[in-house]
Antibody
Framework: QVQLVESGGGLVKPGGSLRLSCAASGFTFSDYYMSWIRQAPGKGLEWVSYISSSGSTIYYADSVKGRFTISRDNAKNSLYLQMNSLRAEDTAVYYC?????????????WGQGTLVTVSS | EIVLTQSPGTLSLSPGERATLSCRASQSVSSSYLAWYQQKPGQAPRLLIYGASSRATGIPDRFSGSGSGTDFTLTISRLEPEDFAVYYCQQYGSSPPGVTFGQGTRLEIK
């Protein structure tokens, strides 16, 4: 069965960095786009970034552009999010999600999320 | 950037009643790129509807989606106790490229 397991969250000071990972299993990882989506405490969902199956196409939300970098290692079935220059407003649960991008666009599987807290 | 506005913010209904949730886009959205999700407290979102009207695998047929252009609707025909949750619409756009979510509708037990 499809599984997505995020890791790497934690407490970090403003201006600091953190790298999130998402381990995928149960499907051919290299066939799918992948996304990072976050949810601040008590708030709605906010898309952060997505990456194409090969890694050649990448897009970011304006709120993280220039600070966050998405990447993937298809040999390791893993997705990453390097987060630099973190701000208090980046505090959120970060989900990785599998994306269907052929003819439609939607996220059919999500991880359980990893909490990132940015605070001094 | 396309903005999705969901209404109402909160919907109070009883089990067995019909729920109608709205998602309005600031400009036309391709139906192929409109999806709906359900989220319960402490859980990740679950895909309900994709392509505006196609049910995801395992989703009961009391859930249906409709609409086109700028107006989309999620309907739950007869509410079950497990349906009380927060619902989000989501669209994918190509200009600029990216994904946006509506702010959510909370469906609560009356």
């Amino acid at each position: 069965q499809v599984q997505l397991v995020e890791s790497g969250g934690g407490l970090v000071k403003p201006g600091g960095s953190l790298r999130l990972s998402c381990a995928a299993s149960g499907f051919t990882f290299s066939d799918y786009y992948m996304s990072w989506i976050r949810q601040a405490p008590g708030k709605g969902l906010e898309w952060v970034s997505y990456i194409s199956s090969s890694g050649s196409t990448i897009y970011y939300a304006d709120s993280v552009k220039g600070r966050f970098t998405i990447s993937r290692d298809n040999a390791k079935n893993s997705l990453y999010l390097q987060m630099n220059s973190l701000r208090a407003e980046d505090t959120a649960v970060y989900y990785c999600a599998r994306a269907h991008s052929s003819g439609y666009y939607y996220h059919d599987y999500w991880g359980q999320g990893t909490l990132v807290t940015v605070s001094s | 950037e396309i903005v999705l506005t969901q209404s109402p913010g909160t919907l109070s209904l009883s089990p067995g009643e019909r729920a109608t949730l709205s998602c309005r886009a600031s400009q036309s959205v391709s139906s192929s790129y409109l999806a709906w999700y359900q989220q319960k407290p402490g859980q990740a979102p679950r895909l309900l509807i994709y392509g505006a009207s196609s049910r995801a695998t395992g989703i009961p047929d009391r859930f249906s989606g409709s609409g086109s252009g700028t107006d989309f609707t999620l309907t739950i025909s007869r509410l079950e106790p497990e349906d009380f949750a927060v619902y989000y619409c989501q669209q994918y756009g190509s200009s600029p490229p990216g994904v946006t979510f509506g702010q959510g509708t909370r469906l609560e037990i009356k």
